[in-house]
């Protein structure tokens, strides 16, 4: 339900001049199906390098507000290869846009003996000198050996450059098309179901779920009797009361069109929202005008369900359903089913 839209990008920023082969590169990838976001960075050095330099890469992933979202180093300091390589992975979020910056450095380290008392003589292999529009930065460490002379490190490391990759996962979630404004049940809401929810038998859900949160990251299925208000005001077009659960019961009754009571009232917009597994209260009535907070039905076990919950599907005079936000406390994120609850999505599409 998702597609991603990745930029990598190798392209050493300034102008150093460089007398070897030495380069970077950077690349960022999103699992489309998992949301997992995996860069990639690494500094490799020409042939007439390795042995003598240290390749060092530090890798950074930032999200589109600059923050910091996952991060690592590595240096082949052990084997002097060539190549270090750094790879970073995370849970994105849909829709979410990530940068990764790789910095991309090459580094002499030479130990060697100083007699006390006499001047460090330092000796560079390939001439760190000739990089003269680099930044350089030096170090020093003093160790004593035993009783022998002074054991003097210099390490000695120029800055390469850096390399950048973005990627970008687009969402292809279906947009919302109406947003209402009430909140169908008497406790903090929770959606379990979203709308592009891909369901067991392959086919979207096209509605959602609705069920009870504490407004604290925790939900639950409501109790049967709960009473149901409607999102908005309009006009009762349908009311059915006379169903009862599945038979056989779920899951077994997924796909044989068990139907559910429902209550549909239509806004002034003319489409129609569909509240289904609700009992109507007594005296309501198709042509009667409702106000938005009215309570309209309770939920019951009608139809083909996992658990008690509210189904909702909105819906224009003729088309297909159309998406929706209810002011509950989660939107989606990673996932658009929560496994709370389930219902025969067949038995309510038209």
């Not at 030495?22 to 860069?39: E, K, M, N, R, Y």
């Not at 030096?138 to 002379?149: A, K, L, V």
């Not at 149901?228 to 006379?242: F, L, P, Q, R």
């Amino acid at each position: 339900m998702r597609i991603v839209l990745a930029l990598a990008i190798a392209i050493i920023f300034g102008t150093p001049a460089l007398a070897q082969d030495i380069t970077g590169s950077t690349t960022i990838q999103i699992d489309p199906s998992l949301h997992i976001v995996t860069a990639t960075c690494e500094t490799d050095l020409g042939s007439a390098d390795d042995g003598y330099y240290a390749a060092q890469v530090i890798c950074v992933v930032r999200d589109s507000s600059g923050i910091q979202q996952a991060s690592g180093a590595y240096s082949d300091d052990g084997d002097r290869q060539g190549s270090a390589a750094v790879t970073l992975t995370f849970t994105g979020v849909p829709g979410g846009t990530y940068t990764a910056i790789g910095q991309h450095t090459a580094a002499l380290t030479v130990p060697f003996d100083v007699p006390y008392g006499q001047p460090a003589m330092y000796f560079d292999e390939l001439n760190f000198e000739r990089y003269t529009e680099s930044p350089q930065s030096y170090s020093y460490s003093y160790e004593w050996y035993g009783p022998g002379p002074e054991q003097t490190t210099q390490h000695k490391s120029l800055h390469i450059g850096n390399t950048m990759a973005t990627a970008t996962e687009v969402s292809n979630l279906t947009p919302i098309q109406h947003r209402y404004p009430g909140n169908p049940l008497p406790n903090a809401c929770w959606v379990s179901q979203f709308f592009d929810k891909i369901g067991a038998n392959a086919t979207a859900h096209h509605a959602q779920d609705i069920t009870n949160s504490d407004g604290n990251g925790s939900h639950s299925s409501p109790a049967y009797g709960t009473s149901v208000s409607a999102m908005e005001s309009g006009t009762v077009t349908k009311i059915d009361g006379s169903e009862g659960p599945a038979s056989p019961a779920y899951p077994a009754c997924q796909g044989l069109r068990k139907l559910a009571n429902t209550v549909w009232i239509q806004g002034n917009d003319l489409y129609t929202t569909r509240y289904v597994h609700v009992t109507p209260v007594p005296g309501l009535a198709v042509g009667q005008s409702v106000t938005q907070g009215q309570i309209i039905g309770t939920l019951d076990n009608s139809g083909c369900q996992s658990g008690a919950h509210l189904h909702v599907g909105r819906y224009p005079e003729n088309g297909p359903a159309v998406n929706f936000s209810i002011p509950c406390v989660n939107a989606p994120t990673n996932q658009l089913w929560d496994g709370t609850v389930d219902d025969d999505d067949t038995a309510i599409t038209p």
